[in-house]
Structures are given as C-alpha cells and as structure tokens.
T-cell receptor, first 108, second 115 residues
Framework: DAKTTQPTSMDCAEGRAANLPCNHS???????VYWYRQIHSQGPQYIIH???NNETNEMASLIITEDRKSSTLILPHATLRDTAVYYC?????????FGQGTILTVHP | EADIYQTPRYLVIGTGKKITLECSQT?????MYWYQQDPGMELHLIHY???????EKGDLSSESTVSRIRTEHFPLTLESARPSHTSQYLC??????????????FGPGTRLTVL
C-alpha cells in the first residue's frame, strides 16, 4: 500500500474553505485516493475518491496533483458539523487501511 | 442514509463471558467488514467477507470469529471476553468488492467494555 502523510491537526474558521493536504509520494498507477471522515464516536463516512482527475461532489472537492504524489481535500464552506478526523487512503479498490488522519476543528 | 445496524450499542461484561456482536444491513451488499478502534486511535480491519460462507482475517490479528450464513447478517463472536478486548467495534458493508467506487457504509458501532 502507498503510505500517506497527513498533518495531525488543522483549524478552520466557520464559513471558510478547509484545505486538507495529503502526501502519497509512493502511489502506484492503479491506486485510487479515497477520503473518509469520522465524527466523534460515529462510524467513518465516505466523502470522495479519485484516480487522476479532480473530482467534486456535494460534500467536497478533491484536487490531485499531476504527478499524483499529493492531493488536497477541499470543504468549500466549513461548518461546525465538519469537525471530525479526516482520513486520506490510497489503495487499489478493495479493503481500506485507515491511518491516523487529520483532526479538523472548525471554530466559530 | 445507510441501512446498517449494530447491536448492542454499548456492552459491559465480565471476563470469561461469551459475547456476540450483531451487524445487519438491508442494502443487499455482498461485502461486509469488522473494524476495531481504540479511543483516539486508528481503525484496524479485523475481519471481512465477500459474501455468504466467505470469511477472511483482516490486517489486525483478533481472537474474535465471524460467520456469514446470510447476506444481510455478519455477527462477531468472542468465546471468552478479556479486558484486552475492550474497544469499539465497527461494522461496515460495501456494494461491490473491487469497484473503484469502494464506498463503505458504517454502522454506529458497539462500545465493548470487559471488566
């Protein structure tokens, strides 16, 4: 599996964009980038995934660099309910391996 | 809204007891998973199943066992609970094993405490 590196924690003001980086310099050509988040005491929730192209859905945008060695998850207008642990996972489709993730705290 | 259920939500039990954690999903998903997560720590995959009569061990060694007799049901059993089994257990399911989409739907979890 490609190892991912994420900051331990980040802060964001409510209403502003939250940009969560992820480094995956050893990613293989057939590995996808997945993002999940886990709100305290709940099960993880799928956010978005991508292979090469940037992706957008109702929750977030995923920007993948051209060399695919890093990516950024963007929450365009963070709310207090977006406070959670965000996991960047790089895998071929199949089982997921959750790392430490980034603790995002959205404050008023 | 994901339709995956876990019971009980909380369980406090004494050492040596046999326990079964229930997980059911009504989405018709073939693949199901069990994860273990200590407070503030990473999720670790302990068991998964591709479908009926399929069970596989995950990345983290576990003394628990699982069964998959019906598509919708994936119970986890501990024959003799110990304090080291105290943790949160999360069940998940997904539509297709090797689709790039790979979205896993998680249940609310069972928080187990063994005294």
């Amino acid at each position: 599996d490609a190892k991912t590196t994420q900051p331990t924690s980040m802060d964001c003001a409510e209403g502003r964009a939250a940009n969560l980086p992820c480094n995956h310099s050893t990613i293989s050509g057939n590995e996808y980038v997945y993002w999940y988040r886990q709100i305290h005491s709940q099960g993880p929730q799928y956010i978005i995934h991508g292979l090469k192209n940037n992706e957008t859905n109702e929750m977030a945008s995923l920007i993948i660099t051209e060399d695919r060695k890093s990516s950024t998850l963007i929450l365009p207008h963070a709310t207090l309910r977006d406070t959670a642990v965000y996991y960047c996972i790089v895998r071929i489709p199949g089982e997921l391996t959750f790392g430490q993730g980034t603790i995002l705290t959205v404050h008023p | 809204e994901a339709d995956i259920y876990q019971t009980p939500r909380y369980l406090v039990i004494g050492t040596g007891k046999k326990i079964t954690l229930e997980c059911s999903q009504t989405m018709g998903h073939d693949k199901m998973y069990w994860y273990q997560q200590d407070p503030g720590m990473e999720l670790h995959l302990i068991h998964y199943s591709y479908g009926v009569n399929s069970t596989e061990k995950g990345d983290l060694s576990s003394e628990s066992t699982v069964s998959r007799i019906r598509t919708e049901h994936f119970p986890l059993t501990l024959e003799s609970a110990r304090p080291s089994h105290t943790s949160q257990y999360l069940c998940a399911s997904s539509v297709v094993a090797y689709s790039s989409y790979n979205e896993q739907f998680f249940g609310p979890g069972t928080r187990l405490t063994v005294l």
